[in-house]
């Protein structure tokens, strides 16, 4: 059973930087896709950025030139950094891990961290 236990949220003001981090643990196996997502009050959850085991990355088109997604699999963390924040970035953005076991597909969720950037 994967662990993810996210930290770096909170307040900034509009144009700040923010850096989230999210540590998996509690399996000796590796863990394959990690990802962000966020879920603002009355929205549905949706992707900000994920990245593969082997480095390739995906984003979502609003965060795109701003938000930054790496990972270190040697201690099967991954980060966000958030640059150039708007308000509309306000949301619990939770950490996301993919682990398989042969044909097996297991996927673990963060408790949440909360943004929020104020205008």
């Known amino acids: 059973q994967v662990q993810l236990v996210e930290s770096g949220g909170g307040l900034v003001q509009a144009g700040g930087s923010l850096r989230l981090s999210c540590a998996a643990s509690g399996s000796d196996r590796s863990i394959n896709d990690m990802g962000w997502y966020r879920q603002a009050p009355g929205k549905e959850r949706e992707l900000v950025a994920a990245?593969?085991?082997?480095?390739?990355?995906n984003y979502a088109d609003s965060v795109k030139g701003r938000f930054t997604i790496s990972r270190d699999n040697a201690k099967n963390t991954v980060y966000l950094q958030m640059n150039s924040l708007k308000p509309e970035d306000t949301a619990v953005y939770y950490c996301n891990a993919d682990q398989w076991i042969g044909p097996v597909r297991n996927n673990y969720w963060g408790q949440g961290t909360q943004v929020t950037v104020s205008s």
């Open positions: 990245v593969t085991s082997g480095g390739s990355t």
